[in-house]
């Protein structure tokens, strides 16, 4: 079993900047490939981002192209999500994800096995 902690969520203001991270446990999980998943009120759970269990390959919903940045610290067992100048429409509780059952960085929310409980991000004007 792997059990995943985010942090880092928070209040932030558009142009501002903030990092999100996930800590995993119970198991090395550097041969999972890890996401980012966000859900806003009302609306159904998305991709945000995803990385490969070497860090190499990396992928992102157009949504945050260009702005955030995923990465990992398989000596931490700790993948993070850098939020460059966020939107209000970025608002949102954000989760993190791993599996290890593809050999691609898989966008659907089916293809991961664990989760975590989520941190809330509120993005303001």
């Known amino acids: 079993q792997v059990q995943l902690v985010e942090s880092g969520g928070g209040l932030v203001q558009t142009g501002g900047s903030l990092r999100l991270s996930c800590a995993a446990s119970?198991?090395?999980?550097?041969?999972?490939?890890m996401g980012w998943f966000r859900q806003a009120p009302g609306k159904e759970r998305e991709f945000v981002a995803a990385i490969s269990g070497s860090g190499g390959r990396t992928s992102y919903a157009d949504s945050g192209k260009g702005r955030f940045t995923i990465s990992r610290d398989n000596a931490k067992n700790t993948v993070y999500l850098q939020m460059n100048s966020p939107k209000p429409e970025d608002t949102a509780v954000y989760y993190c994800a791993a599996g290890y059952r593809l050999a691609t960085v898989p966008l659907w929310m089916k293809e991961y096995d664990y989760w975590g409980q989520g941190t809330q991000v509120t993005v303001s004007s």
């Open positions: 119970g198991r090395t999980v550097s041969s999972y490939y």
